[in-house]
T-cell receptor, first 114, second 115 residues
Framework: AQSVTQLDSQVPVFEEAPVELRCNYS??????LFWYVQYPNQGLQLLLK??????LVKGINGFEAEFNKSQTSFHLRKPSVHISDTAEYFC????????????FGSGTRLLVRP | DTGVSQNPRHKITKRGQNVTFRCDPI?????LYWYRQTLGQGPEFLTY????????KSRLLSDRFSAERPKGSFSTLEIQRTEQGDSAMYLC?????????????FGPGTRLTVL
């Protein structure tokens, strides 16, 4: 079985400051890793994904994440946030077996203040 | 490409009533997924289809829930004898078969409120 933990339910940050959203996972099999963003009244949008290769992954809107296998983590970072980054961020895993389902964390609300 | 669409966007119903939601995936996508998202939580997987075949169902999908994708295009999710605990956002996603890197594209969801 798999599970995803996002310990921070809300992260307040000032505009232009750096931010890190934490994600840890547990799985008995290898997984693919994803970060999604959800703006109010909209569907989830893929920010970035890790499938294999380089552990540092770059995504859209200036976000990046680093896969750490030993710590089973996939933290999301951005060096300078904008007001428009205010949204809910979800970390997700997909097991490398025959299943195509995504298993999501509970989400982190990023609140960017001027 | 208009993306994944879901109808209705909002549904309010009384306990015990049946409701049906529709999802129209991106036209060339052959995989379709249903998830449920309750307040303050991440989406939880319910079921998925490859073309018209329902290949996986979560234990969350009780006997009151049924999903269909009769022609391998749009899908419907029906909840019979709704309960207050069914109140949630129901999300649909679709993807194109093509190996490990296939991205799931999500619709805006249908918000169900059971009174």
């Amino acid at each position: 079985a798999q599970s995803v933990t996002q310990l921070d339910s809300q992260v307040p940050v000032f505009e232009e400051a750096p931010v890190e959203l934490r994600c840890n996972y547990s799985s008995s099999v290898s997984v693919y890793l994803f970060w999604y963003v959800q703006y109010p009244n909209q569907g989830l949008q893929l920010l970035l994904k890790y499938l294999s290769g380089s552990t540092l992954v770059k995504g859209i809107n200036g976000f990046e994440a680093e896969f750490n296998k030993s710590q089973t983590s996939f933290h999301l970072r951005k060096p300078s946030v904008h007001i428009s980054d205010t949204a809910e961020y979800f970390c997700a895993v997909r097991p490398m077996d025959s299943s195509y389902k995504l298993i999501f964390g509970s989400g982190t609300r990023l609140l960017v203040r001027p | 490409d208009t993306g994944v669409s879901q109808n209705p966007r909002h549904k309010i119903t009384k306990r015990g009533q049946n409701v049906t939601f529709r999802c129209d995936p991106i036209s060339e996508h052959n995989r379709l997924y249903w998830y449920r998202q309750t307040l303050g939580q991440g989406p939880e997987f319910l079921t998925y289809f490859q073309n018209e075949a329902q290949l996986e169902k979560s234990r969350l999908l009780s006997d009151r829930f049924s999903a269909e994708r009769p022609k391998g295009s749009f899908s419907t999710l029906e909840i019979q004898r709704t309960e207050q605990g069914d109140s949630a956002m129901y999300l649909c996603a679709s993807s194109l078969e093509g190996g490990e890197s296939t991205e799931q594209f999500f619709g805006p969801g249908t918000r169900l409120t059971v009174l």
